[in-house]
């Protein structure tokens, strides 16, 4: 999809720092802001590596705000109980989990992850083997946000699924129709 120096401006604006890692913009809001970001998974700190698991990233502020809002509300446990209670739910996540990490695992070049499995095999098992948003417990949900950015990519990830769900149901539409671009958003 590619992005450009406005791009990056708004990701600024929304993000409220410039983007790390940034490899692309995989999915845009309705008027044409970033949507979803597509992060590298390995952070080069000089001297040293640091991994960074959440490689689909939810960029839009009202989303974020809109999502935050039902997780102030418990909905993340509610979200968690509904999977582990239905095996079939169980399933897709964990599927949804696996491609989640091999998808993180092909933004990395062959000779840099030999390396990191020779030179680090602790960092290598959570980039090879975390889930979404680096969580390892693949019957576990950390946020919404991370499920949902997934899903807004490739429409797989169960708990994404009900996040849609409960956004159509919360405000009548999964998408604004209208992001913020980053501005300031009001309390209701």
């Given amino acids: 999809m590619g992005y450009n120096q ?15 890692n940034l490899v692309d913009i995989i999915k845009r809001c309705k008027d044409g802001s970033p949507q979803v970001v597509v992060t590298a998974p390995i952070l080069d700190k000089g001297d040293s590596i640091g991994i960074f698991p959440t490689t689909l990233w939810l960029t839009c502020p009202e989303l974020n705000y809109r999502i935050g809002k039902l997780e102030s509300r418990g909905l993340v446990q509610e979200v968690q109980n509904k999977i582990l209670g239905d095996k ?7 599927e949804a989990h696996k491609d ?5 695992m ?20 959570v980039l090879k083997e975390s889930g979404v948003g680096g969580i390892l417990e693949f019957e ?11 899903y807004l990519v490739d429409e797989k990830n169960p708990v994404g699924e009900m996040v849609a769900e409960l956004l159509k149901k919360e405000y009548g539409q999964i998408e604004p ?12």
């Fill in 177 to 188: 129709e209208e992001c913020s671009m980053g501005e300031s958003l009001e309390e209701e």
């Fill in 140 to 150: 576990g949900i950390k946020c919404l946000h991370t499920h949902f950015a997934q």
């Fill in 106 to 125: 092909s933004l990395v070049e062959d000779d840099r992850l030999e390396d990191l499995k020779e030179n680090n095999p602790g960092q290598y098992k």
């Fill in 88 to 94: 079939k739910l169980s399933k897709r996540l964990a």
């Fill in 6 to 20: 406005k791009d990056l401006e708004i990701l600024e604006r929304q993000l409220g720092r410039k983007p790390r």
């Fill in 100 to 104: 989640y990490a091999n998808y993180r």
